[in-house]
């Protein structure tokens, strides 16, 4: 148990659509990073999060946006789904900005018909 | 070519065998990550490093900054450390390499 929770674990969706994932990070940490994992391959980062500023942010189109709450949870939003997108979302909190240990959830399981 | 990458791909064991999984990086970091995924998606962190070695219970992570390598050992190898081994490296943004598959076999 790491602490940080996912969800939904698992979503289906069709091409065109857009979805929001949600992350609860580990108490007390202030930084989320969030991570696209197709299958077989390792994860990709898609952006990280710091006291609810964007601080970080891999190859991945505009589309792919997300928010920090102050209570340090987050939220990662995807609009116009692709059929690419089909893969598992993974969150992973860590304190100091993301230069601290890392705490992944078990992730969001997405899959775009 | 990737900026982590990880040796073997894939690794079969028999229960009680040493183990290695070797990761090298080309990019300035602050910190490199060893971390394990189990079947299902799940990641969890085993080590974090910026210089020397660690050690936890029959895991050992070494790191050489200047070679800009790290490995990862495992001793008395156990079916249940089958599992996926991640190494990743901490720059503005973390990077992952592709992952080793180990199976350890009774």
């Known amino acids: 148990e790491t602490g940080v929770t996912q969800s939904p674990t698992h979503l289906i969706k069709t091409r065109g659509q857009q979805v929001t994932l949600r992350c609860s990070s580990q108490?007390?940490?202030?930084?989320v990073s969030w991570y696209q994992q197709a299958l077989g391959q390792g994860p990709q980062f898609i952006f990280q999060?710091?006291?609810?500023?964007?601080?970080g942010r891999g190859n991945f189109p505009p589309r792919f946006s997300g928010l920090q709450f102050p209570n340090y949870s987050s939220e990662l939003n995807v609009n116009a789904l692709e059929l690419d997108d089909s893969a598992l979302y993974l969150c992973?909190?860590?304190?100091?900005?993301?230069?601290?240990?890392?705490?992944f959830g078990e992730g969001s399981r997405l899959t775009v018909l | 070519k990737n900026e982590v990458e990880q040796s073997p791909q894939n690794l079969t064991a028999q229960e009680g065998e040493f183990i290695t999984i070797n990761c090298s990086y080309s990019?300035?970091?602050?910190?490199l990550h060893w971390l394990q995924q189990h079947p299902g998606g799940g990641i969890v962190s085993l080590f974090m490093?910026?210089?020397g070695k660690k050690k936890h219970g029959r895991l050992i992570a070494t790191i050489n900054i200047q070679e800009k390598h790290s490995s990862l050992h495992i001793t008395a190898s156990h079916p249940r450390d089958s599992a996926v081994y991640i190494c990743?490296?901490?720059?503005?943004?973390?990077?992952f390499g592709t992952g080793t598959r180990l199976q350890v076999f009774p």
């Open positions: 992973a909190s860590s304190l100091t900005g993301g230069l601290g240990e890392l705490f």
């Open positions: 108490s007390g940490h202030n930084t």
């Open positions: 999060y710091y006291r609810e500023e964007e601080n």
């Open positions: 990019v300035g970091i602050s910190a």
């Open positions: 490093l910026s210089s």
């Open positions: 990743a490296v901490s720059t503005d943004k973390l990077i």
